[in-house]
Structures are given as C-alpha cells and as structure tokens.
C-alpha cells in the first residue's frame, strides 16, 4: 500500500478540516494531532480511508494510526496541504496538557518519565529471564540446571546477570534522569542524585530487612539511618522533583558569573540532605506499605484481584492510566523479587489479539480491508503491541473488545490464584514468558490458552447478536 494525497486530503476532512488541526507531529506508526475540537471528527469517515488502520484519543492527543514507512509520508502531505509547520513530540504533549484534568496530567507525567527508561528495564527483565532458565535446577535436567550440566557456561550466565541486574540496581540514576528531563532540571544532576541514593557506603536497601543494625550519621545530634534505595521509586521521584525546583530557582537568581560554582553544587547539597533526613525515609515507608496493600489484596483476595486488573486492564489503556502501574511493578520487583501484575498484562495483549483474530475470519468475506487489518493487528497484540487491534478493530465494533476484556479477566485469576510472577515487566504478550519464573511457565501457558480461546469463541457468538454488524 502507497499513500497518495487524495488519501491524505480525506483524512484531513475526516478531522474536521486543516482549520481544526492546532498542531501536528508523528511517530513511527501514527500521525498525532492536537484538534481544536475533536467533535468534529468523523470517525466512521475516517476508519474508511484506505491508509488508516484505526484511530484514537488519548492524553489530549487525536492519534490516526497509518503504519511503520508510510506515516512520514502521510505527514510531508499533510503538512503541505495544511500549511502546518512542523513541530517535535514534546511540542505536541505539551500542548495535549493544556486540555487534561490534573489527574490525567499527573498520569501523564507518570508516564513521560517511565516510558523513556523502559528499554532498560524491558532488557533487564529479559536478561534475568535468560539467567534463571541457565541457572534453574530441574528446568532441562533432574536436579540440575544448565551450568551445573556444562560448567563452562557459568562465567557467561554471570555475566549476563550482572548486565540483567545493573539496570535495577542504578533504577534510581534511571529515574533521576528521566524525571530531571520532565521537571525541566539538567537531566545530568539527575543522574548524579541518584546514584547519590545508591553509594556503596550506604546499607543496601535489599539488607535493610535482615540487618541486625542500621548505621547512621550523627549530624548535630540528629541520627540519620545511612540507607540506600536501590530499585526504589518514590525516592527519586519526589527527590528529583525538589532538585529540579531548587535547581531553576538557583539559575534564575544567581549571577551568571558564579552559577558553575553555586547553582548544581547547592542544589545537590540541599537535595541530598533532604533525601536522606526526610524524602528517603518517608516515601520509602509509603512505597512499602503500597506494595504490602497490593501484595495483601493478592493474597487474600487472588481471584477479585485478578479479576479486576485483567478485565480492567484493557480499559486503562484506553484512559492512559495503566502507566501509574509501572511503578507499582517496579516497587514489587525491588521489595519482593518479582511481579504478579506484568503477567496479567501479558494475557490481556494476548486476549486483544484472540479477539481481533477472530475479527479477521469474520470479516473474511464481507470486509477485506478490516479481515487484514485485524489479521496484522492479532499478531502485533501477540508480540505485545496492542493498539492497532484495540484502536483499530476491537473498540471500532466494540463486542470484540468485550469478549478480549472477559478473556482476560479469566486469564487473570488463574494467574492471581497461582501466584504467577515475573523477574520484571518486560516484553507483552506471548514472548513475556521469557521475563517468567520458571516455575509458573506452565500456569502462564495455561493463561495463554484462555486468552486465546475465549475471547475468539466470544467474539464470534457476539457477532451474532451485535447490532455492530461488520460490513
């Protein structure tokens, strides 16, 4: 498929013309708009258009999605035709903000932070997975694992577990980083601040539980607990949002001839201090008593838990909130060694793409712009990427996306009961068995089945009652 301007100019009318386009960039599969009222979107018209595979809201940006190698082209086109000029990703969010609730804007802010430093972590989890299965006892061998059976690999697996781990031991530095970049401070001193919160002179967080004494500075007769906070989350969040504000205050009102020697020294000093005597021990207990409510309500109430986050998993995606939950999982990976929530994530990319599979035969005949669209949408949801077939084909005939939200819901308490866990989140969908503990490949596998075969069934009954029909 090839995009020509008369598609383009469709989907320029489709938006509500170029006078209701405020301002306009794309990513690698989609153009992303800031409308100045998306009422005015004709959203069956749009879906129509030959190059458009789906389309969406979401955190104030009207997002049309037109596939990898062709949405550049879109965009040169659109431009032209408009006569807007172009402006950068971060252009566009900022001007998305403007027209969210705080809540949404802190989902928002949430999720700017996390999403760039989640190759690292995808990676990380990955690697640790590949680590346990050479590590595993009884996984290939009665007893045994890999190394023990050929010992010479053992040097590697150590070293790919110190590539797997450095990634949740600097989290912080990550984070700093990451954060700095959101509330407009030098993303360096980020990075500085924490690595401060993970020196080697401090007790590590990991042997705060199981040391039988804290060390402390005495500073004018004030005990500070010397503590690390490696893999935690809260700490440098709040800790960077400090630094970033002492930081632009300093830069706006000491003279330039001496900023070098005031502004990022200063700011470090004060940051660090307040770390470590009232943002470290505070946000650490809260952390903690957040990961004890979630880890509480999966244990005592598995199947409601699991219940809910996989049926509703679906539902946050559309909302963006589901990015609050990142630092959820990466707060039960540091304090627990794992976490019960990424593998529900995974059965629910899985349950999409069952859905949107079924969507393809169904429209077989009758669509074959929809039947390849959800064909190519399935396996995108397989591997973990499930817009196109959420955006694209379930939510457009919305019965689809029902029987993928029961699918998964069911996938999930089996989950939740069996207390399924993974080293870390990683990649979605079917290859997320590779972030799993080993133990719990079977129950996973088990999920998969679920989530392939009910919402397949449901969306294919469902399309017998649904007033939606596929044409």
């Not at 800031?34 to 005015?40: A, N, P, R, V, Y």
């Not at 928002?108 to 990955?126: E, N, S």
């Not at 996989?310 to 060694?337: E, K, P, R």
């Not at 919402?455 to 044409?471: E, G, Q, Y």
Request: glycine share 10%.
């Amino acid at each position: 498929m090839s995009v020509d301007r008369q598609s383009v100019k469709q989907i320029i009318e489709a938006i509500g013309g170029a006078d209701n386009i405020s301002t306009a960039t794309h990513c690698v599969t989609r153009l992303r708009l800031i409308l100045k009222d998306e009422g005015k979107v004709d959203k069956e018209k749009l879906d129509d258009i030959d190059i458009v595979k789906g389309s969406f809201s979401s955190n104030g940006q009207f997002q049309v999605v037109i596939g990898q190698g062709l949405v550049d082209k879109a965009y040169k086109i659109l431009a032209e035709e408009t006569g807007i000029q172009e402006v950068s990703k971060e252009d566009v969010k900022n001007e998305a903000s403007k027209n969210l609730n705080p809540l949404q804007r802190a989902i928002k802010t949430l999720a700017d932070i996390f999403i760039p430093i989640l190759p690292a972590i995808v990676m990380a989890g990955l690697l640790m997975g590949l680590n346990n299965i050479l590590t595993g006892p009884g996984i290939f061998f009665d007893n045994k694992s890999v190394i023990d059976v050929y010992p010479q690999w053992a040097d590697l697996t150590n070293i790919i577990n110190l590539i797997a781990n450095t990634a949740f031991t600097f989290l912080p530095a990550l984070i700093g980083w990451s954060a700095m970049k959101r509330f407009g401070g030098n993303p360096l001193l980020g990075i500085v601040l924490g690595l401060i919160l993970v020196h080697p002179d401090l007790l590590n967080a990991w042997a705060y539980g199981s040391a039988e004494k804290i060390p402390t500075w005495n500073i004018f007769g004030l005990e500070i607990d010397k503590i690390g906070y490696q893999g935690q989350v809260l700490p440098i969040l709040v800790a960077s949002y400090v630094l970033a504000k002492i930081e632009r205050f300093l830069d706006k009102h000491v003279h330039d001839s001496i900023k070098l020697l005031v502004v990022a020294p200063v700011a470090l000093l004060v940051t660090g201090l307040l770390s470590f005597i009232v943002i470290g021990p505070i946000t650490f207990f809260i952390g903690n008593q957040l990961t004890d409510g979630v880890i509480w309500i999966f244990s005592h109430f598995g199947w409601l838990g699991g219940l809910l986050y996989g049926g509703l998993y679906a539902v946050m995606v559309i909302t963006g909130m589901h990015h609050t939950f990142l630092a959820v999982d990466l707060q039960l990976v540091s304090n627990t060694g794992g976490t019960f929530l990424w593998p529900i994530l995974a059965l629910s990319n899985i349950a999409q793409g069952s859905a949107a599979l079924a969507m393809m035969f169904l429209a077989k005949k009758q669509n074959q712009k929809l039947s390849g669209l959800a064909g190519t949408s399935a396996l995108s949801a397989y591997l973990g990427v499930t817009e196109p077939a959420m955006f694209g084909v379930n939510l457009r005939y919305k019965f689809p996306f029902i029987a993928a939200i029961i699918g998964s819901a069911v996938g999930g308490v089996l989950l939740a009961t069996t207390g399924t866990e993974a080293f870390s989140i990683g990649v979605g969908g079917i290859p997320g068995i590779f972030s799993f503990k080993p133990q719990y490949y079977l129950t996973f596998a088990i999920g998969m089945v679920i989530c392939i075969i009910i919402p397949f069934l449901l969306t294919i009954l469902f399309a017998k009652f649904s007033k939606n029909k596929i044409s």
